[in-house]
Nanobody
Framework: QVQLVESGGGLVQAGGSLRLSCAAS????????MGWFRQAPGKERELAAA????????YYADSVKGRFTISRDNAKNTVYLQMNSLKLEDTAVYYC?????????????????WGQGTQVTVSS
């Protein structure tokens, strides 16, 4: 069983930055592709960014390209999401997720393990 614990959420003004962290169970991080999903009130959960096991490949939703950066430190079993130039519409609960599948998948049903989520609120 893979355990994922997110941290780093909070309240930030529009234009500001936050860095989210996702700590995975020891020894598991480099066995899974990892994703950061987000879910705003009344909306479906969507993939914001994903990274391959090695960190060599990444995916970004169009809405966050150029503003968010996903990275991982396999030695620390940790995945990060650096969020810059935050907008009101980035307000959501952000979830870290892991998938053992061969390729990065962009849908939530492709991920087997989930963290509890961390709230990000962007204010004007």
């Amino acid at each position: 069983q893979v355990q994922l614990v997110e941290s780093g959420g909070g309240l930030v003004q529009a234009g500001g930055s936050l860095r989210l962290s996702c700590a995975a169970s020891a020894g598991t991080n480099n066995r899974y592709h990892m994703g950061w999903f987000r879910q705003a009130p009344g909306k479906e959960r969507e993939l914001a960014a994903a990274i391959s096991r090695s960190g060599g490949s990444t995916y970004y939703a169009d809405s966050v390209k150029g503003r968010f950066t996903i990275s991982r430190d396999n030695a620390k079993n940790t995945v990060y999401l650096q969020m810059n130039s935050l907008k009101l519409e980035d307000t959501a609960v952000y979830y870290c997720a892991a998938t053992p599948r061969l390729v990065i998948t962009t849908t939530s049903d492709g991920y087997d393990y989930w963290g509890q989520g961390t709230q990000v609120t962007v204010s004007s």
